[in-house]
């Protein structure tokens, strides 16, 4: 039986790093004869990412949704041999392409003027509800001044830099734990910390977490913490990681003011 998830996977994984964004921006900077040429062809890379991910998802949505109909009507499908496997298949595959489009793109932002303080207050709040409805013993607190003052960036997409920061801490959690949520302001930057008691991460993971489709999780992805690097570093700011295995993990996020 033919692993389609890792077959797409791969060409998915091949079709980001056959090209070398990061690379092509630099020579943008450095050769501006060289800006145009550089700029139709990340933008045709943009486009034919976009394209394939569109093309695969809507007929894969389609079976999705014959899945869940066959599964209603006849409920004794779930015993067939490999149901429930072609099922979590499904689902991870429309996951996998629908951070694919949000991976692409990653580094266009809509730029507007919000509070700051109320994201993430906001965020925080919505996450707390989020670990009441499903009856966790994760214990969640949070840190939020009111000095964070105004900020100039993509909302939407900081939001899911946080938010994504906060369900892989809790994932990492078994049973009981700890998530601390913070903020603080300095001169220069705004310092944005998510902590958690759960498995922590090895030396040997650690090291290449933000790439795209490396993942620590059972059943990731692994373009969700790439995707969280991307959208921060275009914003100027970066993203790091401090972790210990069985102790657990800080990722800390500084944008420029």
């Known amino acids: 039986m033919l692993d389609y998830k890792y077959i797409i996977q791969k060409e998915v994984n091949h ?15 450095e ?14 890379h943009h486009r034919i990412v976009s394209t394939i991910a569109h093309e695969i998802r809507n007929p894969l949505t389609l079976v999705s949704s014959s899945l869940q109909v066959t ?5 004794e499908v779930k015993e067939f041999p490999h149901w429930k496997q072609t099922i979590e298949d499904v689902e991870f595959i429309c996951q996998l392409l629908n951070e694919l489009s949000a991976f692409n793109n990653g580094e266009v932002l809509n730029y507007s003027v919000f509070s700051i303080e109320r994201l993430l207050k906001n965020i ?10 499903e009856v966790s013993d994760i214990e969640f607190s949070s840190s939020i001044p009111s000095n964070l003052g105004d900020y100039t960036g993509d909302k939407v997409k900081l939001e899911q830099v946080f938010l994504n920061l906060l369900y892989n801490a809790r994932e990492s959690i078994c049973g ?6 913070s903020a603080s302001r300095s001169e220069d930057f705004l310092v944005i910390q998510c902590e958690d008691s759960g498995c922590g991460i090895s030396d040997e993971v650690i090291d290449y977490i ?3 489709f490396k993942t620590y999780k059972a059943g990731g992805t ?3 913490l790439s995707l969280s690097k991307k959208i921060v570093e275009s914003h100027g700011g970066s993203i790091s990681v401090d ?5 657990g993990s800080i990722f800390t996020i500084k944008l420029p003011i």
């Not at 990061?22 to 020579?27: A, D, G, R, S």
């Not at 972790?243 to 102790?247: A, I, L, P, R, T």
């Open 15 to 29: 079709l980001l790093h056959n090209i070398d964004i990061n690379k092509m921006n630099t020579l943008t900077e």
């Open 71 to 75: 599964e209603l009507q006849h409920p």
């Open 210 to 212: 933000f790439e795209p």
């Open 243 to 247: 972790s210990k295995v069985d102790q």
């Open 176 to 181: 009981k734990g700890q998530i601390y949520f």
């Open 222 to 224: 692994g373009l969700g």
């Open 124 to 133: 925080a709040v919505s996450f707390a509800i989020s670990l009441d409805s």
């Open 31 to 44: 050769n501006p004869d060289a800006k145009q040429i550089i700029g139709q062809l990340l933008e045709n």
